[in-house]
């Protein structure tokens, strides 16, 4: 029987009978991860897209009480757009 152990980065543990450890303390699925993501990630906007976005957003929705609407399930994604949308300054309705 092997010994129980705990990733270090997402904090999967040896329950999940698939898993395995290196030596930098991460998991097998943080591991395919890191490698997936570089193909997922879409790079090619400008830096200062998401700024230049938000700013037209804010000026669509000057005069209204909102500038935008945010659906909530209260998971990490949908918590980040919450989070990304107060730290741009826009003024959501979630």
């Known amino acids: 029987m092997s010994t129980y152990r705990i990733c270090e980065r997402c904090v999967m543990d040896?329950?999940?009978k698939e898993i395995v450890f290196y030596e930098d303390g991460r998991c097998s699925f943080c591991k395919e991860f890191d490698e997936r993501i570089s193909l997922e990630i879409h790079n090619d906007l400008p830096d200062?897209?998401?700024k230049t976005f938000a700013e037209q957003v804010?000026?669509?929705g000057k005069n209204?009480?909102?500038?935008?609407l945010i659906g909530i399930s209260g998971g990490v994604d949908s918590s980040y757009v919450a989070?990304?949308?107060?730290?741009l300054g826009l003024r959501p309705l979630a």
């Open 48 to 50: 200062d897209f998401l």
């Open 58 to 60: 804010k000026k669509d």
């Open 14 to 16: 040896t329950t999940a």
């Open 64 to 68: 209204k009480d909102y500038d935008c």
């Open 83 to 87: 989070y990304l949308t107060k730290q």
